[in-house]
Every structure is written in C-alpha cells, then in structure tokens.
C-alpha cells in the first residue's frame, strides 16, 4: 500500500475524471509543475495504482441500446469447468465483462444488444448453449451513473 497525500488523491480524482489530461494541464490546476506532476503519476502508476487507462465507448451511440447483467450458474459443476466456461462465454462479441463472483450465481456478465429482441436471441442462440451454463437470470439496466471510485 502507498502512502497517498491530498495531492495524489486530487490527481486521482482528476484522472478518474478524465485520464486523457496531460501532466501540464494538471500541474497547473494543483500548483504544480509539469515534470512534478508527471513524476506523480508515474509514481502512482509504479505503485500499481493506476492501472492503466482506458477508452470509454457510448454503447447507445454505436448502437446497442440495451444493456444487461446477467447472473449465471453453472449447470454441471465439477462436469465443466470454469476456465472452459470463461473461455467460451470471452468470445461472444456482445459479453463486455464476465466476473467469476461468490453468491447463487457463478458469473456475473455484462451484455449488450441493439434492442430486446437482439438481446433474446444472444441468450437463446450464444449464452445458454455455453458449455455448463445452467441457471441464468437477467436484470435490464435502466440507467447509469459512474461514481468516481473510493477517494
């Protein structure tokens, strides 16, 4: 664990917010200089803190207007197992995240779909014929807000 002062937290938050501004632009809105403030982020991103940055695609914009979780428990524990199910449900293009959790279900997806319909026909034709996918529930985002993380 690093020891963060309020300066790293408030270029954390800042990163959190956007993580495409330059160390300049920072270090002029926190007092600092440029190579201060990279040296800051570099340290933090040493440290494990950051651990990259990353794109952030408007899903309605590029055309799939619905998004789901779906909640999924393996059918045939101990009969498949959860690397072949990882595996195959990381190649159906509509699944952004698959998260192995603890609770009644094994896995927890995201999916997304140009509409319902669409959505049905993921499910049907890729999700359930998935090696082990038994029990599946589904819960249709309505709406999202990010929060910024723990600082």
């Excluded at 393996?74 to 690397?83: D, F």
């Excluded at 999700?127 to 807000?145: F, Q, R, Y």
């Amino acid at each position: 664990m690093i020891d963060l002062d309020e300066i790293d937290r408030k270029l954390l938050r800042a990163l959190v917010e956007d993580a495409g501004q330059s160390a300049g632009v920072l270090g002029r809105r926190f007092g600092l200089s440029q190579p201060t403030a990279w040296r800051r982020i570099r340290r933090l991103e040493a440290a494990g803190v950051i651990k990259g940055r990353r794109l952030r695609l408007d899903a309605v914009a590029l055309g799939f207007g619905v998004t789901v979780f779906l909640g999924v428990k393996l059918a045939r524990k101990g009969q498949v197992s959860h690397a072949d199910f990882e595996r195959a449900v990381s190649a159906v293009p509509e699944v952004q995240t698959v998260e192995h959790v603890l609770g009644l279900y094994d896995y927890r997806l995201r999916v997304v779909a140009r509409d319902l319909p669409d959505f049905e026909r993921v499910l049907r034709r890729r999700i359930m014929t998935l090696p082990g996918a038994g029990e599946v529930e589904a819960n249709v985002l309505l709406s999202d807000e990010r929060r910024p993380g723990p600082l």
